[in-house]
């Protein structure tokens, strides 16, 4: 059975984590730092093969007006391409917020064996925080799931997506995105 580690940062179960790891949640968060300039949910995410970046992406369900924009979705649509098929063996994937249901399931079934993510999802988290679907025995693929990597920064860039948010709305919608996501 394959683990799930939550909260690395906050219990110091850093085994399984290395300076690559690290390296690598560093350019998924750079990637969420250009959706929150964009306007889009912070969200950022890099599909990685043997130390080299296969593909790096971000939101963008608001600017492509898609639903399945999703980091994670971009990101292996692109790193498919870049091996020319869609089986993304010895890959990991790096994401700033732990994957949604959608995402879950084009993990399965690019068959990406490794997820490492920043924050928890509790409202629709599917890699160990609402559901467990990653290593749900009954599909044919699992992935280890590593979680809470870089957590802290990336529940910061969302709480600023969502304060900036907020403050639009309050201020009657008169702020560009550009103007108040840039804001810290």
């Given at each position: 059975m394959m683990a799930i580690l939550k909260r690395?940062?906050?219990n110091g179960n850093l085994e399984r984590i290395?300076?690559?790891d690290l390296g690598w949640m560093r350019v998924a968060l750079a990637q969420g730092e250009v959706a929150l300039e964009e306007g889009e949910v912070p969200i950022g995410a890099v599909v990685v093969k043997e130390g080299r970046v296969l593909a790096a992406d971000h939101n963008r369900t608001e600017g492509d007006r898609d639903p399945t924009a999703h980091a994670e979705i971009l990101a292996?649509?692109?790193a498919a391409g870049v091996l020319g098929g869609w089986r993304l063996l010895e890959t990991t994937i790096y994401v700033t917020?732990?994957?949604c249901p959608m995402c879950v399931g084009a993990i399965i079934q690019a068959r990406i064996p490794r997820v490492v993510f920043g924050a928890d999802d509790p409202k629709a988290g599917a890699a160990g925080?609402?559901?467990n679907?990653?290593?749900d025995r009954r599909f044919n693929h699992r992935a280890e799931v590593?979680?809470?990597i870089m957590g802290k920064a990336s529940a910061?860039?969302?709480r600023r997506f969502f304060r900036n948010l907020r403050d639009r709305r309050q201020d009657g919608g008169n702020s560009t995105d550009k103007e108040t996501c840039s804001e810290g």
């Amino acid at each position: 059975m394959m683990a799930i580690l939550k909260r690395c940062e906050e219990n110091g179960n850093l085994e399984r984590i290395t300076d690559e790891d690290l390296g690598w949640m560093r350019v998924a968060l750079a990637q969420g730092e250009v959706a929150l300039e964009e306007g889009e949910v912070p969200i950022g995410a890099v599909v990685v093969k043997e130390g080299r970046v296969l593909a790096a992406d971000h939101n963008r369900t608001e600017g492509d007006r898609d639903p399945t924009a999703h980091a994670e979705i971009l990101a292996i649509r692109e790193a498919a391409g870049v091996l020319g098929g869609w089986r993304l063996l010895e890959t990991t994937i790096y994401v700033t917020v732990e994957p949604c249901p959608m995402c879950v399931g084009a993990i399965i079934q690019a068959r990406i064996p490794r997820v490492v993510f920043g924050a928890d999802d509790p409202k629709a988290g599917a890699a160990g925080s609402l559901y467990n679907i990653l290593q749900d025995r009954r599909f044919n693929h699992r992935a280890e799931v590593v979680g809470g990597i870089m957590g802290k920064a990336s529940a910061e860039l969302l709480r600023r997506f969502f304060r900036n948010l907020r403050d639009r709305r309050q201020d009657g919608g008169n702020s560009t995105d550009k103007e108040t996501c840039s804001e810290g």
